[in-house]
């Protein structure tokens, strides 16, 4: 699996960005699509992520009514809507997949991450 991302970029405070990550290659094993960030000096940390078999949405407690993710199956992708961006989500953002494989011995999952697209929030 292939992941690439666009839509980093700079914006003013209060501002909004749209990431999307394009997967390619064994797509038909993703599970979960996502998006992850790193700010400076930090570890890297969940934004958003959706599972394609339930639908569940989950996001973390810092960009809830914030951000917004979807996810089009079809098209293998997956869209991160960031509003009311603030200086403190300056980070390179990654975007995720995990990948299941069913086994008669077992679930193994694999997890992919793209490049990462820079976003900047100036104050």
């Known amino acids: 699996v292939q992941l690439v991302e666009s839509g980093g970029g700079l914006v003013q405070a209060g501002g909004s960005l749209r990431l999307s990550c394009a997967a390619s290659g064994n797509t038909f094993t993703i599970d979960v699509m996502g998006w992850y960030r790193q700010a400076p000096g930090k570890q890297r940390e969940l934004v958003a992520t959706?599972?394609?078999?339930?639908?569940?949405?989950d996001y973390a407690n810092h960009v809830k009514g914030r951000f917004t993710i979807s996810r089009d199956i079809a098209k293998n992708t997956v869209t991160l809507q960031m509003d009311s961006l603030q200086p403190e989500d300056t980070a390179l953002y990654y975007c995720y997949a995990r990948s299941l494989k069913i086994f008669t011995t077992g679930d193994v999952s694999y997890d992919y991450w793209g490049q990462g697209t820079q976003v900047t929030v100036s104050s």
């Open positions: 959706v599972t394609s078999g339930t639908g569940n949405i």
